[in-house]
T-cell receptor, first 113, second 114 residues
Framework: ETGVTQTPRHLVMGMTNKKSLKCEQH?????MYWYKQSAKKPLELMFV???????ENNSVPSRFSPECPNSSHLFLHLHTLQPEDSALYLC????????????FGSGTRLTVV | AQTVTQSQPEMSVQEAETVTLSCTYD???????LFWYKQPPSRQMILVIRQEAYKQQNATENRFSVNFQKAAKSFSLKISDSQLGDAAMYFC???????????FGTGTRLKVLA
Protein backbone atom coordinates (compact mmCIF):
# COMPACT_ATOMS: atom_id res chain seq x y z
CA GLU A 1 0.00 0.00 0.00
CA THR A 2 1.31 3.42 -0.89
CA GLY A 3 1.01 6.68 0.99
CA VAL A 4 0.69 7.15 4.73
CA THR A 5 -1.58 4.77 6.63
CA GLN A 6 -2.89 5.43 10.13
CA THR A 7 -4.66 3.00 12.42
CA PRO A 8 -7.08 2.94 14.06
CA ARG A 9 -9.34 5.39 12.27
CA HIS A 10 -11.39 6.01 15.40
CA LEU A 11 -10.53 5.44 19.05
CA VAL A 12 -12.55 5.96 22.20
CA MET A 13 -10.66 5.53 25.42
CA GLY A 14 -11.15 6.15 29.11
CA MET A 15 -8.83 8.40 31.04
CA THR A 16 -7.14 5.43 32.72
CA ASN A 17 -6.59 3.41 29.55
CA LYS A 18 -3.40 2.88 27.59
CA LYS A 19 -3.60 2.78 23.82
CA SER A 20 -1.33 3.32 20.83
CA LEU A 21 -1.74 5.02 17.47
CA LYS A 22 0.14 3.61 14.51
CA CYS A 23 1.46 5.29 11.40
CA GLU A 24 3.14 3.60 8.45
CA GLN A 25 4.61 4.99 5.25
CA HIS A 26 6.15 3.26 2.24
CA UNK A 27 7.21 6.35 0.36
CA UNK A 28 10.89 6.13 1.23
CA UNK A 29 10.61 9.28 3.34
CA UNK A 30 13.00 9.71 6.22
CA UNK A 31 11.14 12.25 8.34
CA MET A 32 7.87 11.59 10.16
CA TYR A 33 5.63 13.82 12.24
CA TRP A 34 2.72 13.78 14.66
CA TYR A 35 0.28 16.68 14.52
CA LYS A 36 -2.79 17.38 16.65
CA GLN A 37 -5.80 18.93 14.93
CA SER A 38 -8.48 20.51 17.13
CA ALA A 39 -11.52 22.41 15.92
CA LYS A 40 -10.91 26.05 15.01
CA LYS A 41 -7.23 25.86 15.97
CA PRO A 42 -4.15 25.62 13.77
CA LEU A 43 -2.55 22.22 13.45
CA GLU A 44 -0.17 21.73 16.35
CA LEU A 45 3.16 20.04 15.72
CA MET A 46 3.81 17.47 18.45
CA PHE A 47 6.87 15.45 17.47
CA VAL A 48 9.38 15.24 14.62
CA UNK A 49 11.52 12.22 13.81
CA UNK A 50 14.35 12.46 11.31
CA UNK A 51 16.09 9.20 10.40
CA UNK A 52 14.44 7.57 13.44
CA UNK A 53 15.83 10.16 15.80
CA UNK A 54 13.50 12.52 17.61
CA UNK A 55 14.49 16.03 16.62
CA GLU A 56 11.61 17.97 18.10
CA ASN A 57 9.24 17.66 21.02
CA ASN A 58 6.97 20.65 21.00
CA SER A 59 6.37 20.82 24.77
CA VAL A 60 4.01 17.86 24.60
CA PRO A 61 2.79 16.42 27.94
CA SER A 62 4.46 13.17 28.97
CA ARG A 63 1.14 11.30 28.71
CA PHE A 64 1.96 11.26 24.97
CA SER A 65 4.97 9.07 24.21
CA PRO A 66 6.23 8.66 20.63
CA GLU A 67 8.20 5.76 19.26
CA CYS A 68 9.93 5.43 15.90
CA PRO A 69 11.44 1.94 15.49
CA ASN A 70 12.42 2.55 11.84
CA SER A 71 11.96 5.14 9.12
CA SER A 72 8.69 3.58 7.97
CA HIS A 73 6.82 3.31 11.26
CA LEU A 74 5.77 5.78 13.91
CA PHE A 75 3.73 5.19 17.04
CA LEU A 76 2.08 7.46 19.57
CA HIS A 77 1.54 5.77 22.92
CA LEU A 78 -1.22 7.25 25.03
CA HIS A 79 -1.84 6.88 28.77
CA THR A 80 -3.92 8.70 31.38
CA LEU A 81 -5.26 11.18 28.87
CA GLN A 82 -7.59 14.06 29.62
CA PRO A 83 -10.85 14.94 27.82
CA GLU A 84 -9.13 17.99 26.27
CA ASP A 85 -6.83 15.58 24.44
CA SER A 86 -9.76 14.56 22.25
CA ALA A 87 -8.81 15.58 18.71
CA LEU A 88 -7.78 14.31 15.28
CA TYR A 89 -4.20 13.07 15.36
CA LEU A 90 -2.47 13.29 12.01
CA CYS A 91 0.70 11.58 10.96
CA UNK A 92 2.78 12.94 8.09
CA UNK A 93 6.01 12.12 6.33
CA UNK A 94 8.45 13.97 4.10
CA UNK A 95 11.84 13.69 2.55
CA UNK A 96 14.20 15.46 4.93
CA UNK A 97 15.75 18.57 3.49
CA UNK A 98 13.42 18.76 0.52
CA UNK A 99 10.60 21.28 0.79
CA UNK A 100 8.00 19.57 -1.35
CA UNK A 101 5.45 19.33 1.41
CA UNK A 102 4.18 16.63 3.68
CA UNK A 103 2.24 13.52 2.78
CA PHE A 104 -0.47 13.07 5.40
CA GLY A 105 -2.41 10.10 6.64
CA SER A 106 -6.17 10.20 7.23
CA GLY A 107 -5.74 10.59 10.95
CA THR A 108 -7.07 8.92 14.08
CA ARG A 109 -10.13 10.55 15.63
CA LEU A 110 -9.52 10.20 19.39
CA THR A 111 -12.24 10.68 21.97
CA VAL A 112 -11.29 10.59 25.65
CA VAL A 113 -14.22 9.85 27.97
CA ALA B 1 6.70 34.73 16.26
CA GLN B 2 5.88 33.20 12.91
CA THR B 3 2.15 33.02 12.36
CA VAL B 4 -0.27 32.23 9.56
CA THR B 5 -3.67 33.91 9.41
CA GLN B 6 -6.67 32.82 7.39
CA SER B 7 -9.29 35.46 8.02
CA GLN B 8 -12.19 33.69 6.28
CA PRO B 9 -13.58 30.83 8.39
CA GLU B 10 -16.03 29.94 5.63
CA MET B 11 -16.57 30.78 1.96
CA SER B 12 -19.19 29.78 -0.61
CA VAL B 13 -18.96 29.68 -4.38
CA GLN B 14 -21.32 28.68 -7.16
CA GLU B 15 -20.30 25.73 -9.26
CA ALA B 16 -18.18 26.84 -12.26
CA GLU B 17 -17.42 30.22 -10.67
CA THR B 18 -14.12 31.49 -9.26
CA VAL B 19 -13.27 31.94 -5.59
CA THR B 20 -10.23 33.34 -3.79
CA LEU B 21 -9.14 32.23 -0.33
CA SER B 22 -6.87 34.59 1.59
CA CYS B 23 -3.81 33.88 3.69
CA THR B 24 -1.32 36.19 5.35
CA TYR B 25 1.75 35.27 7.31
CA ASP B 26 4.25 36.93 9.56
CA UNK B 27 7.96 36.21 9.32
CA UNK B 28 11.32 37.92 9.30
CA UNK B 29 12.82 35.20 7.11
CA UNK B 30 13.54 35.82 3.43
CA UNK B 31 13.75 32.19 2.31
CA UNK B 32 10.74 29.97 2.88
CA UNK B 33 8.03 27.92 1.25
CA LEU B 34 4.28 28.32 1.23
CA PHE B 35 1.64 25.66 0.69
CA TRP B 36 -2.08 25.24 0.33
CA TYR B 37 -3.56 21.98 1.58
CA LYS B 38 -7.07 20.65 1.05
CA GLN B 39 -8.78 18.49 3.68
CA PRO B 40 -11.98 16.83 2.41
CA PRO B 41 -14.36 14.91 4.69
CA SER B 42 -12.12 11.87 4.28
CA ARG B 43 -9.74 13.86 6.55
CA GLN B 44 -6.57 13.26 4.54
CA MET B 45 -4.75 16.52 3.90
CA ILE B 46 -3.83 16.79 0.22
CA LEU B 47 -1.22 19.17 -1.14
CA VAL B 48 -2.83 21.55 -3.62
CA ILE B 49 -0.05 23.94 -4.55
CA ARG B 50 3.41 25.04 -3.45
CA GLN B 51 5.27 28.33 -3.78
CA GLU B 52 8.96 29.06 -3.26
CA ALA B 53 9.47 32.51 -1.77
CA TYR B 54 12.48 33.32 -3.95
CA LYS B 55 10.43 32.82 -7.11
CA GLN B 56 8.43 35.83 -8.21
CA GLN B 57 6.29 33.83 -10.60
CA ASN B 58 3.00 32.69 -9.11
CA ALA B 59 2.53 28.92 -8.95
CA THR B 60 -0.31 27.30 -10.88
CA GLU B 61 -1.72 23.78 -10.89
CA ASN B 62 -4.54 23.35 -13.38
CA ARG B 63 -7.55 25.23 -11.94
CA PHE B 64 -5.60 26.33 -8.85
CA SER B 65 -3.32 29.35 -8.80
CA VAL B 66 -1.85 31.62 -6.18
CA ASN B 67 -1.30 35.34 -5.85
CA PHE B 68 1.98 35.61 -3.94
CA GLN B 69 2.80 39.10 -2.67
CA LYS B 70 6.07 38.74 -0.75
CA ALA B 71 6.33 42.31 0.48
CA ALA B 72 2.75 42.20 1.75
CA LYS B 73 3.27 38.66 3.13
CA SER B 74 0.14 37.53 1.37
CA PHE B 75 -0.51 34.18 -0.30
CA SER B 76 -4.04 33.79 -1.65
CA LEU B 77 -5.44 30.77 -3.48
CA LYS B 78 -7.67 31.16 -6.52
CA ILE B 79 -9.86 28.29 -7.62
CA SER B 80 -11.28 28.66 -11.11
CA ASP B 81 -14.25 26.76 -12.54
CA SER B 82 -15.16 25.49 -9.07
CA GLN B 83 -16.40 21.91 -8.87
CA LEU B 84 -18.44 20.11 -6.23
CA GLY B 85 -15.35 18.06 -5.37
CA ASP B 86 -13.53 21.23 -4.36
CA ALA B 87 -15.67 21.47 -1.22
CA ALA B 88 -13.31 20.99 1.71
CA MET B 89 -11.29 22.74 4.38
CA TYR B 90 -8.33 24.61 2.93
CA PHE B 91 -5.23 25.25 5.01
CA CYS B 92 -2.42 27.65 4.28
CA UNK B 93 1.01 26.61 5.60
CA UNK B 94 4.39 28.30 5.96
CA UNK B 95 7.68 26.40 6.07
CA UNK B 96 10.97 28.23 6.81
CA UNK B 97 13.82 27.02 4.66
CA UNK B 98 16.08 24.53 6.39
CA UNK B 99 13.47 23.39 8.90
CA UNK B 100 10.94 20.58 9.11
CA UNK B 101 8.36 22.68 10.86
CA UNK B 102 5.24 23.80 9.03
CA UNK B 103 3.05 26.48 10.55
CA PHE B 104 -0.58 26.18 9.59
CA GLY B 105 -3.47 28.61 9.59
CA THR B 106 -6.86 27.81 11.12
CA GLY B 107 -8.37 26.91 7.76
CA THR B 108 -11.19 28.09 5.50
CA ARG B 109 -14.20 25.89 4.88
CA LEU B 110 -15.20 26.13 1.21
CA LYS B 111 -18.75 25.24 0.19
CA VAL B 112 -19.55 24.74 -3.48
CA LEU B 113 -23.19 25.35 -4.41
CA ALA B 114 -24.77 23.44 -7.27
Amino acid sequence: ETGVTQTPRHLVMGMTNKKSLKCEQHLGHNAMYWYKQSAKKPLELMFVYNFKEQTENNSVPSRFSPECPNSSHLFLHLHTLQPEDSALYLCASSQAGIHYGYTFGSGTRLTVV
Amino acid sequence: AQTVTQSQPEMSVQEAETVTLSCTYDTSESDYYLFWYKQPPSRQMILVIRQEAYKQQNATENRFSVNFQKAAKSFSLKISDSQLGDAAMYFCAYNPSGTYKYIFGTGTRLKVLA
